[in-house]
């Protein structure tokens, strides 16, 4: 914790106030991924092997089977969803008009997280409840270690209830763009 505290003073983060997306101009580039949910720092250690192989096999997936107008873009990319919650999703699907160089400043189409120890409980309650907030449309989560793929589909402005796949279950979508794809598919 004291090598943290020292780590926040030398890179000059503010003190008495929530962090906003001005104060991540200065983060350091050491292998964490630092993100802003509420004006609080999240700090997440580098993603195993595990975590990043099925983070690319489900990216070229939806490559593939992506629409004109969309584009799919692995992190680390910035998604803002206000000036106090900036969140890197492991996949991020946006519309081309929408983004920028630099980041989306506006919801994704699809955002996807694959779990890590270190992120599992950020990931499944606290960025699924900022992205159904923000309006994200399509939310999805994979469990590489089960493995499992859990859908939600924002409706009326609320999630519904998950789709969850396992194993050699197929998931089948229609939204945001036509694809199929089985849990063991992301994983060696």
């Known amino acids: 914790m004291a090598s943290m505290t ?31 949910i509420d004006g609080v720092l999240i700090v997440s250690p580098a993603p195993t092997q595990r ?19 969309l584009r ?4 680390p990319f910035d998604v803002v969803l206000a000036v106090d919650t900036v969140m890197q999703p492991d996949i991020v699907i946006g519309r081309i008009a ?7 400043p506006a ?4 955002a996807v997280e694959v779990l890590s120890p270190s992120t599992r409980r950020f990931d499944l309650v606290l960025k699924r ?3 159904e907030s923000a309006g994200v449309a399509h939310y999805w989560v994979i469990d590489a270690a089960e493995p499992s793929i859990t859908v939600w589909t924002l409706v009326d402005g609320r999630y519904g209830d998950p789709v969850r796949v ?4 197929p998931l089948a979508v229609a939204e945001p763009f036509a ?8 994983v060696d």
Do not use: K
């Not at 919801?107 to 699809?110: E, M």
């Not at 396992?166 to 279950?169: A, M, R, Y």
């Open 72 to 75: 799919v873009i692995p992190a």
């Open 166 to 169: 396992t194993g050699d279950e």
């Open 129 to 131: 409840s900022r992205f």
């Open 98 to 104: 929408e983004l920028t160089d630099a980041d989306l």
């Open 6 to 36: 020292a780590e926040a003073e030398a890179w000059g983060l503010p003190h008495g106030r929530s962090l906003t997306r001005a104060d991540l101009a200065d983060a350091p580039d050491d292998g964490h991924r630092y993100e802003l």
């Open 51 to 69: 975590h990043q192989r099925a983070a690319f096999l489900l990216a070229m997936q939806l490559e593939i089977a992506c629409p004109p107008g």
């Open 107 to 110: 919801a994704p189409v699809l």
């Open 179 to 186: 694809l199929r794809i089985t849990p063991n598919d992301l």
